[in-house]
């Protein structure tokens, strides 16, 4: 698992992160939403309360990612009432989990948070952290730096607990055993596929289904509050590729500020690794380590001992050599160590979340000066950047005062600083799709009581450190209940493919009685809109059947002596599938190392997981629970 320490710098942590910026953007991505007062509570943990604002932000995410994923089937599918106590079992768990890592004093250190958010790839430029790009992402969904920042600490808390319970998990081999017996499984399998869609052709909607359908479901055909806008928008960017530049200016600006334009020192150095797993604990590492520390005082060499010895494979084919790299790159103990030695010198064992290592110092090459012939692109870069940003916020003053002082109209405001007004058309509180109308702070201004209801221009909004806008409402158009007319169209189509799916499924019903009986045979049972497919002999890891329809077809039934096994499952397409399987052959523990590690640890996250689980329900369980009516009914702002 080790190839380099530079490429594991933080081990388990490293790999939480899509999942954390995902369930951070869920949970407090979109403020806007919330109704009236922020302090509206819809919930209280042991006397801490969970807000309006978190409820409907969690609920508003988890409806429109469930009305993508269903489409028209979203309103068979979803019951209203369930989402919302989802969605408030959810925040509950969350709040509790808290207030646990609190009382036991659970920390991350700034050093951890850092480099698991310097390792998300979402937040880097050219496999760099990009310090502008992580603030911009973050203002993009209404997130402030040091808010983030605690929901990561937090959230890095509560992995820290699931990886503490792995380490003391417990996996034998006839668990192994089990696990490889489904994991490895292999089915004989074939399947009918009823499509859905030429039953909506032949399906009828009465008049009166239309109308019941309209009234049942009056809440989603509402046309939301809309506002047009107008917006002046300053770019430090924009104001960069206006700068004037020449030779003379860029060597000067290059004289004044060589220090920025320098290779910073680097160093190269070998390593002996002895890990600790749970295979070898700390004091075999350290006794192994020893021993091997005592044959380099023999005079053995480095190298040989490296390849010998290693637990580092990255590294140890090459004895040891990590190449040349910055501070910072490494670990904090390995990088100190390195960074405070001699060339020719070898460490006292130094001990790192991996394991212990030897180190030897093969190469320091020093901080040096680059010529400006080398750097005259990146020089150029700089000279306009600094200027610009002088200009960038000498304009912002100009622009965010006359917008006050001139408040009804943003023509001012533009000339005063070279600029256009631009426009938009109408947009919900929700937000469009440009950088400048998908920003929470402007859609929040635009709602706003002096924005929309007096007419007045928007202070100064910052879209990005270098970019800020003044918008004003040129048109407010208030939600609106859309009449039967105007659904009508939608309405017979959902209730066209309801029919139609419903309609498939009977026949699938129909046909699967039929092979059960053993009237006949799945080929014989084609026709116009059933597809007979022989799949063969399939694996749980395939690319040749659809992900839901494998979990499907090993969920159904084995074989009963030499008779095939029926079942039927329905597609998220709409589509019906009558699955028959042949035989099944079970899977064994493989051959392969590394394969029987993987199922290991899979086992061992498994009860980890169960085991933390089962704490958080017990912590549940013992906590004071009050839910407030109005979390049942509670709306986002202009539905």
Do not use: C
């Not at 951890?112 to 992580?134: N, R």
């Not at 010198?345 to 320091?364: A, C, N, R």
């Amino acid at each position: 698992m080790l190839q380099s320490i530079r490429e594991h710098a933080q081990g388990w942590i490293a790999w939480t992160i899509v999942g954390l910026i995902i369930i951070t953007f869920a949970l407090f991505g979109i403020d806007q939403y919330a109704q009236g007062d922020k302090t509206v509570v819809v919930a209280e943990v042991n006397g801490e309360d969970i807000t309006a604002t978190e409820f409907l932000t969690l609920y508003t995410r988890q409806q429109s990612r469930l009305k993508e994923q269903f489409g028209e089937l979203y309103d068979q599918v979803v019951q209203d009432e369930e989402l919302r106590d989802q969605v408030m079992d959810a925040l509950i768990e969350s709040e509790v989990v808290r207030q646990w890592a609190d009382s036991h004093d659970m920390v991350i250190s700034d050093q951890q948070l850092a480099m698991t958010i310097q390792s998300a790839p979402v937040f880097q430029k050219d496999g760099q952290f990009d310090d502008a790009l992580y603030k911009d992402i973050l203002m993009r969904n209404g997130l402030n730096v040091a808010r983030f920042e605690y929901e990561q600490r937090q959230y890095l808390i509560e992995n820290q607990n699931r990886q503490l319970t792995a380490a003391s998990a417990i996996v034998t081999d006839d668990q192994i055993k089990q696990l490889a017996a489904l994991q490895f499984q292999k089915r004989d399998v074939n399947y009918l596929r009823v499509d859905q869609r030429p039953f909506i052709e032949t399906a009828e909607v009465p008049e009166d289904a239309i109308q019941a359908y309209y009234d049942q479901h009056k809440d989603s055909f509402v046309t939301p509050e809309m506002v047009k806008l107008s917006y002046v928008l300053l770019s430090q960017e924009a104001l960069a590729e206006q700068v004037t530049v020449n030779d003379k200016i860029l060597k000067q600006f290059y004289d004044n500020n060589k220090d920025q334009f320098t290779e910073p020192e680097k160093r190269q150095a070998s390593h002996i690794l002895v890990k600790i797993d749970e295979e070898t604990d700390e004091a075999a590492a350290l006794k192994e380590i020893q021993d091997i520390q005592a044959k380099l005082t023999d005079g053995a060499d480095f190298a040989e001992l490296a390849k010998e010895y290693s637990d580092d494979p990255g590294s140890a084919a090459m004895g040891g050599d990590l190449g040349l790299f910055q501070q910072g790159m490494m670990v904090p103990e390995f990088d100190e160590a390195v960074f405070t030695m001699k060339v020719g010198e070898v460490s006292e064992p130094v001990q790192t979340d991996f394991g212990y290592h030897l180190i030897k110092l093969t190469k320091v090459e020093p901080k040096k000066e680059l010529p400006y012939a080398d750097v005259k692109d990146e020089v150029e870069d700089m000279y306009r950047n600094q200027q610009a940003e002088k200009q960038y916020f000498e304009q912002l003053e100009q622009l965010n005062t006359v917008a006050y002082e001139q408040a009804d109209s943003l023509v001012p405001a533009a000339e005063v600083v070279g600029l256009e007004v631009q426009t938009t058309g109408p947009i919900p509180r929700s937000g469009g799709g440009d950088d400048v109308t998908s920003n929470t702070k402007v859609m929040a201004a635009a709602f706003s009581e002096d924005v929309k209801k007096s007419g007045l221009n928007s202070a100064a909004i910052e879209l990005t450190p270098t970019e800020s806008v003044v918008v004003r409402v040129d048109e407010s158009m208030p939600a609106k209940q859309q009449s039967l007319d105007e659904v009508k169209a939608d309405i017979v189509r959902i209730l066209k493919r309801e029919a139609a799916v419903n309609a498939s499924a009977d026949l699938a019903g129909e046909l699967l009685a039929k092979l059960q009986k053993g009237d006949a045979k799945m080929q014989e049972l084609v026709k116009e809109g059933v597809e007979f497919t022989p799949v063969g002999w399939l694996e749980r890891e395939n690319r040749r059947v659809l992900p839901q329809l494998t979990q499907a077809i090993f969920k159904a039934p084995k074989p009963s002596g030499e008779a095939p096994s029926y079942t039927t499952y329905q597609l998220p397409t709409g589509d019906s599938v009558v699955i028959e399987v042949l035989r099944v052959e079970e899977g064994v523990v493989p051959e392969d190392k590394a394969v029987k590690a993987q199922l290991k640890e899979a086992l061992i996250n498994l009860s980890a997981t169960s085991e933390v689980d089962a704490r958080i329900q017990t912590m549940i369980d013992a906590a004071k629970i009050e839910k407030m009516p109005n979390y049942k009914t509670i709306k986002p702002a202009g539905l």
